[in-house]
């Protein structure tokens, strides 16, 4: 199945759940917020939440510095 995360097009298997999309782009889930279809998903859902083909997913990290 395709799936658009952050502007890039990748291929993952079917059933696709968020959770394991957010694994594939981050290294840690810390300080992550993610929308799919440009609504934001709570965090006690990301592992729950199954993905159409074709959705588009935002993950953004927080990142420290100045």
Do not use: K
């Not at 782009?25 to 279809?37: N, T, Y």
């Amino acid at each position: 199945m395709t799936i658009t995360v952050n502007g890039q097009t990748r291929e993952f298997d079917a059933p696709c759940r968020l959770g394991h999309v957010i694994d594939a782009e981050v290294s840690e889930r810390r300080g992550v917020a993610v929308a799919v279809d440009g609504e934001m998903v709570p965090r006690a859902d990301w592992d729950d939440t199954e993905l159409e083909d074709g959705a588009r997913v935002e993950v953004v990290a927080a990142v420290q510095g100045g």
